[in-house]
């Protein structure tokens, strides 16, 4: 039984984790200052009133993988393997924050009204996020919410100062739209729109990748549905135009001319994305069980840069590359179990494949990095889509 406390708790990291995605274009470290303790008190709060209630823990696999992280960077700062002691205790305490976060949801999940009612709020969030991205872009010259100052000049997406993080946002929660749109067939053409309006953010900021991990998302909640049984072939075919007709004429709406642009001058021998991937390794190579310590890659891949385009590179474009080098191999291990320990039941969940498409997308990105609120943000999404799977079976989305 989930107590109301529980419930409160929920929504209480709910509203934490929606304030760090508003407050993502923040360059001041407030903002990530409040998120963070914030969910350390809130997870402060939760361990007195139920040692004081002595409510029963609840325990999910994930958290074992989830709970190395900051277990490595500990390590790393009292044994004196971090080149960068600052930088890797910045990094815990990310980390940190990521496990509290999943282990506080992770108590409320239990109830089906709460998973129902977040799933719900998750999409009407991501939705508002997506109408003010599409109009922002037009009309804000670079500020966020049309007020504040984000230090550019355009493209700036609601919150989102970069273009592929929004994208990442959407792949987490697009799936969502799209697998109600199959199991609901009466409100199916509300979930279709809010997937395009999503998606049109996409366009209007010209994410090549994203754009290309999008419409690969859309075949793969068909796929998955029509194994599941949820719908017909046909049915799948039908849903798959519908979307497609809907996600082209918000696409014009939000206009194909810029994605356009981007997509025809793109060159793949000329993105630099390899050359700082190749570094990586060498990085990797040099300290590959220990790595140079969480959160310093930025700080320690000039040694290692064979190139230099006159600005700084501030991140691997790549997560998986970036925690062997930070933290060793068994760091990138750890990480990866996470992954494996929620795979089966993200695929059974359907909408969960949105959270590994952004585990493939951090590939050739970095989603998972340089913005901790985000990062938090995407294993809760992660815990919420796998919740409840059990024995091949799963609860309403």
Request: charged share 15%; proline share 5%; aromatic share 14%.
């Amino acid at each position: 039984m989930i107590t109301k406390t529980t419930r409160m708790t929920g929504w209480l990291l709910a509203a934490l984790l929606a304030f760090g995605i508003l407050t993502l274009w923040v360059r001041e470290r407030w903002a990530v200052a409040l998120f963070q303790g914030g969910v350390l008190l809130l997870s402060l709060a939760w361990f007195w009133m139920n040692a004081w209630l002595k409510s029963p823990l609840r325990w999910d696999k994930v958290l074992i993988p989830l709970a190395l992280p900051p277990v490595f960077g500990a390590v790393q700062l009292s044994a004196g393997l971090t080149v960068l002691p600052w930088f890797t205790v910045e990094s815990t305490v990310e980390w940190t924050v990521v496990f509290f976060a999943v282990f506080l949801l992770v108590q409320a999940l239990p109830d089906p009204e709460f998973q129902s009612r977040l799933r719900t709020a998750l999409l009407g969030f991501a939705t508002l996020i997506a109408v003010v991205a599409v109009m922002q872009v037009f009309t804000s010259q670079g500020k966020a919410f049309w007020v504040f100052d984000t230090g550019y000049d355009s493209d700036v997406l609601g919150p989102f100062v970069y273009r592929n993080k929004y994208a990442q946002f959407v792949e987490v929660v697009f799936p969502l739209a799209l697998w109600r749109a199959l199991v609901d067939r009466r409100r199916a053409p509300l979930y279709l729109t809010l997937g395009a309006v999503m998606a049109a953010g996409v366009v209007a900021g010209a994410s090549r990748s994203g754009a290309s991990f999008l419409l690969a998302e859309i075949a793969l909640v068909l796929l998955a549905g029509w194994l599941r049984k949820a719908i017909s072939g046909r049915g799948a075919l039908l849903v798959a135009g519908q979307a497609g007709v809907l996600v082209v004429v918000w696409g014009f709406l939000a206009g194909w001319d810029f994605f356009w642009q981007r997509l025809t001058g793109l060159d793949p021998v000329q993105d630099f994305r390899w050359q700082i991937m190749r570094s990586t390794l060498e990085m990797i190579q040099q300290r590959p069980w220990t790595g140079f310590g969480l959160g310093t890659w930025p700080m320690v891949y000039p040694q290692f840069a064979t190139f230099d385009i006159g600005v700084v590179v501030n991140q691997a474009h790549c997560d998986w590359l970036q925690w062997a080098a930070e933290g060793g191999l068994p760091f990138l291990l750890a990480v990866a179990a996470a992954f494996v320990v929620l795979a089966r039941r993200l695929v059974v969940s359907v909408w969960g494949i949105g959270f590994l498409v952004v585990g493939v997308h951090a590939a050739l990105d970095y989603p998972f990095h340089q913005l901790p609120a985000f990062h938090t943000f995407l294993w809760c999404c992660a815990v919420l889509a796998a919740a409840g799977v059990r024995d091949g079976k799963d609860p309403l989305p």
